[in-house]
């Protein structure tokens, strides 16, 4: 049986089958517990492997059919048009929508869900002509589990505030948006309750990758928590900027409650802003949590040109190629737990900033009355820096993140909080989810080797934009299934 920290979800009857994204339909497979959705399905079917529904005959609760509890299988193919339900599940009896295992589901269009108590798990929304939102994830309680939402014309995934205690878990989010600056891999809101965006990949998006955001209409924004996340190369599709942000909280209105915790940000370049927090006046940011955080590359590491009444940031890593902080107004010292940070970079450089001032590291401490108790290194590290963020709701699978700053063609791997002994395995880049493995075979324990030679980014569909930098070798985020699993 499969463990999550968040919930049972595989009290469902679900089991834990294998859905690596370059999967072929499989004829003949064993059925599954649950109703079943095929591109050629109809209302005439009754949900069977053999006669089963169209997608938004199911999505609509197939006239009373779909229960709270009940698991419906999207059988491979495409589904073409704009889907929505607004079913309700029950707490602990989410009504699931899931990709069958070893089957590749897609929906050229939309989805728009609202209802309460639903999961969305495993397949991938793309847009072959890019209009608008890839997912509107408006769902009370709603769960949105490694799904691949590329391609949308606007916001990949639009998570505001009718999703209360809703998560966007494990999903790969890319090459979103068509208006310069406001189109994110996701953009979220949250009043009631608490949002989770939690191991995600976001890359190539057209603005930022993930934007924390309130209009001034929003009476506030509150209980955001972002962890173990991917975000890197935002912005660098554009026409208009080389690139915009991987990560911002930033509002207009009282914000609180925010939270990134060990979020792992890049640039290939020297421009972009890697995490940005609080911009606007300083009685709107109230209390932000930043721990743990590694990033790397860009024109800023992390900035908090607006201070905040109450921050803690400690044990994050800030690597750069130009400005690695930028603080600004009265920075409130008092109010901060900052500690046990490492900053890279020449301390002699003019690399820290205070306003809109540039100062050498100990002329930053002054200004600022910050980082007495941060390192400082002068140059990168030497050895590579490895993360495995193990998936809570899919055994064998993982995203794999790799810095390569020891610059060798492959990287060792220690997946053992992942596989177990004799597992078979596959490996692919991010950057390449539809294409061959760039690694396979039976896990004999202990590390595996993972190439860092790269793959071309994928190209944006329907739109011409600037070519986004190449990650490898210095940088490169890879999938790991276990097709045995």
């Known amino acids: 049986m499969c463990v999550t920290a968040s919930l049972a979800l595989l009290t469902w009857g679900l089991g834990c089958g294998p859905s690596h994204p370059a999967a072929r339909q499989q004829v003949g497979t064993v059925p599954r517990t649950g109703h079943y959705v095929a591109p050629q399905g109809t209302p005439a079917g009754n949900g069977s492997v053999q006669r089963p ?13 779909v229960h709270a509890g009940d698991t419906v299988w999207l059988r491979g193919g495409t589904y073409h048009g704009e889907f929505r339900t607004s079913l309700d599940g029950a707490a602990g009896r989410w009504i699931v929508f899931r990709q069958y295992p070893g089957e590749r589901a897609t929906i050229d269009g939309t989805l728009r869900a609202d209802g309460s108590y639903l999961a969305f798990w495993g397949f991938e929304v793309m847009q072959s002509a890019p209009d608008t939102y890839g997912i509107q ?11 691949i939402v590329h391609d949308a014309g606007t916001q ?26 406001f189109d994110h891999g996701t953009y979220v809101h949250n009043e009631d309750g608490t949002k989770l965006i939690t191991d995600n990949v976001f890359f190539n998006n057209l603005a930022r990758g993930i934007q924390i955001y309130a209009s001034p209409k929003n009476p506030v924004l509150r209980n955001i928590t972002v962890e173990g996340n991917v ?12 690139a915009r942000e991987n990560l911002i909280f930033n509002a207009p209105v009282p914000t609180e409650g925010m939270v990134g915790i060990a979020n792992m940000l890049y640039f290939a370049g020297n421009e972009g802003i890697n995490l940005r927090v609080g911009k606007y006046a300083p009685q709107n940011n ?33 690597i750069g190629s ?8 009265a920075s409130l010292p008092g109010h901060y737990q900052w500690s046990d940070n490492t900053w890279v970079r020449d301390p002699g450089a003019k690399a820290w900033r205070d306003e809109d001032k540039a100062y050498e590291w100990d002329d930053w401490k002054r200004a600022s009355g910050l980082g007495s108790r941060d390192a400082v290194l002068p140059e990168p590290p030497k050895a590579s820096k490895v993360f495995v963020r193990p998936n809570r709701y899919e055994p064998g699978r993982a995203h794999i ?71 490898a070798p210095d940088f490169d985020v890879f999938l790991l299934t276990s097709p045995s699993r």
Not at 53 to 65: E, I, N, T, V
Not at 137 to 144: C, D, E, L
Not at 290 to 300: P, Q, V
Not at 322 to 329: C, E, F, L, N, S
């Open 231 to 242: 975000s890197f190369d935002n912005g660098t599709i554009s026409n208009v900027v080389a």
């Open 156 to 181: 990949g995934v639009s998570f505001w505030t009718p999703a209360v205690d809703a998560e966007l878990y494990g999903c790969i989010i890319y090459n979103n948006g068509t208006h310069d600056n």
């Open 286 to 318: 109230r209390d932000i949590v930043l721990r743990d955080n590694y990033a790397a590359g860009g024109k800023i590491g992390l900035e908090m040109i607006e201070p905040w009444i109450k921050a803690t940031v400690t044990g994050n890593t800030f």
């Open 401 to 471: 993140v790799v810095y390569n700053w020891a610059g060798g063609p492959s990287v060792a791997v220690d997946v053992s909080g992942v596989l177990r002994t004799g597992d078979r395995y596959e490996v692919r880049n991010v950057q390449a989810l539809f294409g061959a493995p760039v690694a396979s075979g039976v896990y004999q324990g202990g590390t595996i080797a993972v190439p860092m030679t790269g793959v071309t980014p994928p190209a944006p569909i329907g739109r011409v934009t600037r070519t986004p930098p190449k990650t």
């Open 322 to 329: 130009r400005d690695v902080v930028k603080v600004g107004g």
């Open 53 to 65: 529904w169209d997608l938004q005959f199911a999505l609509s609760g197939a006239q009373g059919r």
């Open 137 to 147: 994830a408006n769902t009370a309680h709603g769960k949105f589990i490694n799904l």
